[in-house]
Structure formats: C-alpha cells, structure tokens
C-alpha cells in the first residue's frame, strides 16, 4: 500500500512538474512573439528634440546616424558609449569626415562600458553631469527594447526617444528567414529577459564612478 501510495505521488509531482515546464515555454514563446512583434521595422522620423544623444556602440551606421542627428540639431551634445580603448575623435573623423568639427566640439566618448548595463549607467552620469532631461537614443533595431529597459532602470524620470537603426539584412528579408539573424534576435530576447529580472532585485547606486570627459583626445 505505502508503495501504490509513493508511486501515485510521484506521478503527481511528475505530472506538476511538465504542466508548470509547459506552461514555461508557452509564456516564453508567446513572450518571444510580442518580443519580435514590438520590433522596430522602419526607420523612424523624430517628432521632437532632445537635449542630448546617446549612441551605443556596435557599429559605423550607428554613429553616422547619430552624427546625422547631432547635425541636424535634434540634441546639443552626442555621447558614444562603449568606444573602443584607444580610439579618439579623430579616428572616428577619418571614418566618417562629414562630421569632424561636430566630433571636435559636441561629442564625448566613453570608454569604460563593455555592455548594456555599462552603457545605460555611463549614459546616467553624462546626463546628470549636463542636466540633460530627455535623451534620443541610437542603437539597432534589434537592440533597442534592452537598452531602452536598462536605460529606464537608470534614469527614471528621464524622457527617451529611441532612434533604431536597421541593418541592411533585415531591411532585406525577414528575422526567421536567416538562421543567424534568428539566432541573433533569440539571443537577444534572453538578454531582454535576464535584464529584466535582473533588475527587480537592482538599485540603482549614488552617482560616482568613472566621469566621461567633455574634452575628447584627438
């Protein structure tokens, strides 16, 4: 009797526990597909203007339409965040030459973030520093939803415009047709996803740290 007993209790549990990893990888994908749902598939056209704008590196199109922004006044100063060591205002002017006495007055480069979450608080302290109240922000498109997470967890009472940009292959063909973009937009749901749990048991710490610089080497 006490074996029927353990038996019909262990397939209970058995049971429990398939329901609940049923009902796990359900809310995932469903999560996954609102995920991909809120995209951005277009280049958007900016309704407003910001004080300043902030470029998360990862890419030379990223820059340029930041620069592009910077040029067109939509923000007063520009912040590229995560700029590799060693890389200054002129490097980036010999890559893109349109801009250079933009680079030479407006823009600050930070060198210390090596992710998202570096981005979101380097980008925390340039804002405080200027008294910037609303930011654009300039990423892709398939980066956008985590930075604009992290970005928020940072500065809270600061408005946030994104400005997605997309890479020629998904202005081209489709996320699921493409096995390495399907894995780069997986990827970064679970990115989304940690960052987010992550983050309810975070506090975003007194202002100090690692300052950037308005005076970038040239």
């Known amino acids: 009797m006490t074996s029927l007993t353990t ?8 049971s429990a526990v398939i329901r609940l990893v049923a009902i796990a990888a359900a809310v995932l994908v469903i999560g996954f597909g609102v995920f991909v749902w809120h995209l951005p598939s277009h280049q958007v056209v900016l309704d407003r203007d910001a004080d ?6 990862g890419g030379t199109s990223r820059v340029n339409d930041a620069l592009e922004l910077l040029a067109a006044k939509r923000g007063t100063r520009l912040l ?14 010999r890559e893109i030459p349109n801009y250079k006495n933009l680079l030479s ?6 060198y210390s973030a090596l992710n998202t979450f570096g981005n979101a608080t380097q980008a925390r302290l340039w804002a405080t520093d200027h008294g910037f109240r609303s930011l654009i922000v300039v990423t892709s498109a398939y980066h956008m939803p985590r930075a604009l997470a992290e970005l928020e967890h940072q500065l809270p009472h600061a408005a946030l415009i994104p400005y997605p940009v997309l890479s020629d292959r998904l202005r081209i063909e489709p996320w699921w047709s493409n096995g390495d973009t399907t894995k780069l937009v997986l990827s970064e749901y679970l990115k989304y996803l940690y960052a987010n749990v992550r983050m309810r048991f975070e506090t975003v710490p007194a202002d100090s740290g690692n300052r950037v610089s308005d005076a970038n080497p040239s």
């Not at 038996?7 to 058995?14: D, G, I, Y």
């Not at 300043?52 to 590196?57: A, E, K, Q, R």
């Not at 590229?80 to 002017?93: E, F, K, L, S």
């Open 105 to 110: 007055c407006c823009v600050d480069l930070d």
């Open 7 to 14: 038996a019909v209790r262990t397939q209970r549990l058995r």
């Open 80 to 93: 590229i965040t995560g700029v590799n060591t060693g890389t200054t205002t002129a490097d980036i002017a």
């Open 52 to 57: 300043g704008i902030v470029v998360l590196t």
